[in-house]
């Protein structure tokens, strides 16, 4: 603990310009304090600019401060010096493995806290301070700490690399452009990062674009997926109540149909029972009207049987017995077939509208609102607000193509340019895409010249580009569009069909692109914009600008609208 509490005392009381215990201390008046001689040597140093400023908060004062000796610093400092404490750098100050070490530090190294990118090297505090105080210094361009500065060094020349080869696109040093790329196009560094740099800003304007449309579309699609579970909600707590009124109406009817079916039961059991019971008392008759014939069929007296079989042969008519018919089927067949009958038309409707129903929610599912396209700008104003920067790519240009304007436009030459060897350079046709992908809303203008024809083209990336197949012709497959430019006439090509154009013609051809909404349109730009074709489709990955010009001495360059 007290070795930290010692560590903190030297901190407290050292000079940050000398890094050691504070001599002669005087206190600025930003609040930081310094030893007396190395403030007066650091402000001598700053007398040409007139303005002196605190080597740690960089603070800036005019006129220059009047410097007091702190009284209370000097005593605390004697103090510390009486314990015996010597002030040293923390060691948190020393750069450890994972830190920028300065260069010009000897034995223990300090954190550097700046690099220069002229002198490629890192300075701490007290070494970078020449570059502060020395004019030709100044002007140096001083960046965070790196440890890659070697990267900007040449290994073939061993200069440090300015330049960039944008026909090879390729960092190189002065060497290197008078040297192996001798006749390139070639620009300083600076320069390129400008051009990237737009580009990236192009780019990132286009990704935010993007991200705004998606979540837009996501809202959408949380509102809708809202919607659709409400809709969901209500539509089952309504069909529950209507099951639940057919099912109370079909128990209500189910138990009128017992209750007349009981009714019904009852009326014509008891018709039965008292149809049975004269029955049983007519066989009980019957019976006793038998026994007196039996008797009398045993009377041995002739005229006595003779005198009494009148009285005892003469039967009464049954009234009942011939009128009783026993049925072959069920009483109640018919409520049982009627009940059938409901049912199976129950069960039909309720198919038939279960059917419907779940072609209806079905439909519900798939068929999910999409935001409406906007609209397509009318004038060249409106066109101009979605007008992207656009530069050819060497690496994907014919060999007899000229790149010049910085990779802007586009020649063709009667012999071959010393292009290296890509994939992406096509073979068998004079034609040249972007670098650029084009997603959004792009709009872009070309000039062109010449007698050939000059196709003005927007192309997928998976377009061949070995060989002289149709495969690889702009217009010529299902992967590119084109717009062939005569001087009196265009046509338009796609998937090897050919569309003749009239209208206006014009050198200048404007192209707007809405990647989202499907629509691609070529436009022949003077004083007015004119449509001379439009295509409408899906489009399901980024596509690029191109052109095919197939005649020496034609051009095409991609315009700058801004």
């Known amino acids: 603990m007290a070795q930290k509490g010692d560590q903190l005392d030297r901190e407290s009381f050292s000079c940050s310009i000398c890094l050691d215990l504070l001599k002669d201390p005087v ?213 529950e ?101 409901l049912r199976d038309k129950l069960q039909d409707i309720l198919r038939e509208e279960w059917t419907n129903s779940s072609l209806r929610v079905t439909d519900v599912d798939v068929l999910l609102s999409q935001p409406e396209p906007e609209p397509e700008p009318e004038s060249r104003a409106d066109f101009l607000k979605y007008s992207c920067e656009i530069t050819l790519d060497p690496n994907t240009a014919y060999r007899e193509l000229l790149l010049s304007e910085g990779n802007r436009k586009v020649m063709v030459m009667n012999q071959p340019q010393s292009y290296s060897s890509h994939p992406d350079r096509f073979t068998g046709w004079p034609q040249v895409l972007s670098r650029e992908s084009l997603t959004g809303r792009c709009y872009w203008e070309v000039e062109w010249s010449g007698r050939g024809g000059v196709y003005v083209a927007v192309a997928k990336k998976n377009i061949s580009r070995a060989g002289s197949g149709t495969e690889c012709g702009f217009g010529r497959n299902d992967k590119s569009w084109a717009l062939r430019c005569f001087r009196n006439s265009c046509e338009f090509w796609y998937n090897k069909m050919k569309t003749s154009i009239s209208g206006p013609q014009s050198s200048r051809v404007g192209v707007y692109l809405d990647h989202r909404a499907g629509v691609l349109s070529f436009y022949s730009v003077s004083e007015t914009m004119t449509l001379l074709h439009r295509v409408q489709t899906t489009f399901t990955q980024p596509l690029y600008a191109g052109f095919y010009i197939g005649w020496a001495g034609d051009t095409a360059e991609l315009c700058k609208v801004k």
Request: aromatic share 4%; with cysteine.
């Open 241 to 341: 109540k209507i099951f639940t009124e057919l099912i109370r109406l079909i128990q209500k009817r189910s138990s009128d149909v017992k209750q007349q079916i009981r009714s019904h039961q009852e009326a014509e059991g008891s018709r039965v029972k008292d149809l049975q019971k004269k029955l049983e008392q007519e066989i009980t008759e019957l019976k006793r009207k038998d026994a007196e014939l039996k008797q009398l069929s045993h009377t041995e007296d002739h005229s006595q049987f003779l005198l009494n079989y009148p009285s005892v042969s003469a039967l009464s008519e049954s009234t009942h017995s011939s009128s009783i018919k026993i049925r072959p089927l069920r009483y109640f067949e018919d409520v049982t077939a009627a009940v059938s009958e």
């Open 27 to 239: 206190t600025i008046p930003c609040g930081h304090s310094y030893c007396m001689n190395c403030i007066k040597g650091f402000w001598d140093r700053e007398n040409q600019k007139r303005i002196h400023n605190c080597p740690q908060c960089r603070n800036t004062f005019t006129p220059r401060p009047v410097l007091v000796k702190s009284t209370m610093l000097a005593d605390l400092v004697e103090q510390l010096k009486k314990t015996g404490l010597q002030a040293a750098p923390a060691d948190h100050c020393y750069a450890g493995p994972e830190d920028v070490a300065c260069d010009f530090c000897s034995g223990r190294k300090l954190k550097a806290i700046k690099s220069c990118s002229v002198c490629l090297a890192s300075y701490c505090e007290e070494h970078l301070q020449p570059h502060y105080d020395v004019a030709p210094l100044r002007k140096h361009k001083l960046v965070e700490p790196s440890k890659n500065l070697q990267e900007n060094i040449c290994s073939r020349h061993n200069e440090v690399i300015k330049m960039f080869c944008r026909t090879d696109q390729k960092s190189i040093c002065y060497l290197c452009s008078v040297d192996e790329h001798k006749g390139h196009d070639t620009v300083s560094a600076a320069v390129e990062r400008t051009e990237r740099q737009r580009e990236l800003e192009g780019s990132r304007q286009q990704i935010q674009q993007r991200i705004q449309d998606a979540e837009k579309d996501v809202k959408l699609l949380q509102q809708e997926v809202e919607a659709i579970n409400q809709s969901a909600d209500e539509t089952v707590e309504h069909s």
